[in-house]
């Protein structure tokens, strides 16, 4: 199966912003999506698509992709934004999906 | 309001069975493709298994195929799990999860398996 790579571990400071990517060979095919996880929590979708947001999702979160690579950024980082970030796409492989392994967010 | 939960985690012993549900409401669940993503602890999240909206076309993660059935009821709004030959490796949580157009826009809470003697 195909995988997506993220940095473990990504800090920011209040207020600033923030990119998280994945990067991977089925992004070249397909659309990142990506998830927040708070701790003891299920996962919630931030981004889809080219750059959607769900209903509710603040316009702080974005969505970009370039090649192999897709990025979350998040402009004017708050403290509730501090989370554990979850890119997925289609397998090109055959399976349906792939996760990357996350992206623990910490704001300073 | 669009839910998701998940039933019938627990504590089972190497070798044994589970059967998850999923309960769906809020929505035309026989419209929608459904996917189980497992997470054990302090890991990250792992795509389970895929079934298309008529249950005609199913998918498994290599880790679980020939172990784990994946199945679903229209009639009752319901994704199901069946688990057999339980590893330890297999201990996690376990979310049902919505698929729309390329991506998975609702979760259940979660129901926790614990495999172990």
């Known amino acids: 199966s195909s995988e997506l790579t993220q940095d473990p571990a990504v800090s920011v400071a209040l207020g600033q912003t923030v990119r998280i990517t994945c990067q991977g060979d089925?992004?070249?095919?397909?659309?990142a999506s990506w998830y927040q996880q708070k701790p003891g929590q299920a996962p919630v979708l931030v981004i889809y698509?080219?750059?959607n947001r769900p209903s509710g999702i603040p316009d702080r979160f974005s969505g970009s992709s370039s090649g192999n690579t897709a990025s979350l950024t998040i402009t004017g980082a708050q403290a509730e934004d501090e989370a554990d970030y979850y890119c997925n796409s289609r397998d090109s492989s055959g399976n349906p999906w792939v996760f990357g392994g996350g992206t623990k967010l910490t704001v300073l | 309001e669009v839910q998701l939960v998940e039933s019938g985690g627990g504590l089972v012993q190497p070798g044994g069975s589970l059967r998850l549900s999923c309960a769906a409401s809020?929505?035309?669940?026989?419209?929608?493709?459904m996917n189980w993503v497992r997470q054990a602890p302090g890991k990250g999240l792992e795509w389970v298994s895929y079934i298309s909206s008529s249950g005609s076309t199913i998918y498994y993660a290599d880790s679980v195929k020939g172990r784990f059935t994946i199945s679903r009821d229209n009639a009752k709004n319901s994704l199901y799990l069946q688990m057999n030959s339980l590893r330890a490796e297999d201990t996690a949580v376990y979310y049902c999860?919505?698929?729309?157009?390329?991506?998975?826009?609702?979760w259940g809470k979660g129901t926790t398996v614990t495999v172990s003697s």
């Open positions: 809020g929505f035309t669940f026989s419209s929608y493709e």
């Open positions: 089925s992004l070249r095919s397909y659309y």
């Open positions: 999860a919505r698929e729309s157009a390329g991506y998975m826009d609702v």
């Open positions: 698509g080219k750059n």
